[in-house]
């Protein structure tokens, strides 16, 4: 029926599924010059994740046959929706599969920063016993400020309310209800969030309104007595996109003691250079943007793009479409 190109990956079921619908697919990576030169302009369909970036000059070299891009997974950001649409190209997107891998991450990573987990596996490696200096803090009793109050975020926020936070948000497209009806205080203002909350974790997009949205003095601003009285320190976990958080602002606050620890999946550019100083920041501790990467996930986010992408192949109602498109 059509012709898909997946360029970064797909799971093999997934794949096979297309197959039996009778489009031919093929799966290989394109290098931006491959890109730039047409090399999708014999594709119906692009099935990509965030390591191929489809910007305006892409685009405009894949005219021809081309009538959907698929993102295996929620975020478009590499992915220029608004000219595609002008295009006639329907964007879709997976945004319920990789869920519940992305809410454990978040989970563990704010564990993590609370108990120094990094921190003492890399200190009883290097044969120190550092027992005394590793004293950490509980979640119970704090506040967790989520930036974003989508599905995810909502989940993250179930999970630690079982563990005995309070939950706050900042989400200006969100209903107040939504908020009230889950027992989370919703905030009107991100810096308000911020004055609140000893714990920040990030559930947003990034856009223009978002870049850099966590930066020095909104780090600044956070208490570091939690609501239960105890000293906890600041701290702040972004499993969400690169580029929400200022790198270099929390560097400095690192450095100078004003933040305590701050755990990123995700980074403003892609693969980390080996000299980042985060890496070389004893509060620090990251992962190489794996917040999808579970079999579970990744078996859901593969069926679910690739019925998003026959769908509209197929020229059939598609819930998942992100832009509009011109016919």
């Not at 697919?25 to 099935?47: K, N």
């Not at 519940?100 to 978040?106: A, C, D, G, K, Y």
Request: include cysteine.
């Amino acid at each position: 029926m059509a012709k898909i190109a997946v360029t970064d990956g797909m799971d093999d079921t997934a794949v096979s599924w297309l197959e039996q619908q009778g489009h031919e697919v093929a799966v290989a990576s394109l290098s931006v010059d491959e890109l730039m030169s047409g090399a999708l302009q014999e594709f119906d369909a692009i099935i990509v994740r965030s390591a191929t970036k489809l910007p305006v000059e892409v685009l405009e070299a894949s005219r021809g046959r081309l009538m959907v891009i698929g993102r295996a997974g929620v975020g478009v950001d590499n992915i220029n929706i608004a000219h595609a649409g002008s295009m006639g190209i329907a964007v879709v997107n997976a945004p319920r599969a990789s869920t519940q891998s992305v809410v454990e991450l978040t989970i563990a990573h704010l564990l993590s920063c609370v108990r120094y987990v990094a921190r003492a596996d890399r200190t009883l490696r290097q044969g120190q016993w550092a027992k005394k200096a590793l004293k950490g803090t509980e979640l119970s009793g704090k506040r967790l400020g989520l930036i974003g109050y989508g599905r995810i975020a909502q989940s993250v926020a179930s999970v630690a309310r079982s563990l005995g936070m309070d939950i706050h948000a900042y989400d200006p497209y969100l209903p107040p209800k939504v908020a009230k009806s889950q027992g989370t205080v919703l905030h009107t203002s991100v810096d308000d969030l911020f004055r609140q909350c000893t714990h920040v974790s990030i559930h947003c997009n990034l856009t223009d309104e978002t870049r850099h949205l966590v930066n020095a003095e909104r780090i600044s601003s956070m208490p570091h007595i939690g609501a239960d009285g105890n000293p906890c320190g600041r701290h702040i976990v972004n499993c969400a996109r690169g580029g929400i958080v200022d790198e270099d602002a929390v560097s400095q606050s690192l450095a100078s003691g004003v933040l305590t620890s701050v755990a990123l999946d995700v980074f403003e550019n892609e693969p980390v250079h080996p000299d980042h100083p985060l890496l070389q920041m004893e509060g620090f501790h990251g992962t190489p943007h794996i917040g999808a990467a579970t079999v579970e996930a990744q078996a859901r986010v593969g069926m679910d793009i690739a019925a998003n992408v026959h769908a509209v192949l197929a020229g059939e109602a598609c819930d998942f479409v992100v832009n509009d498109p011109v016919a």
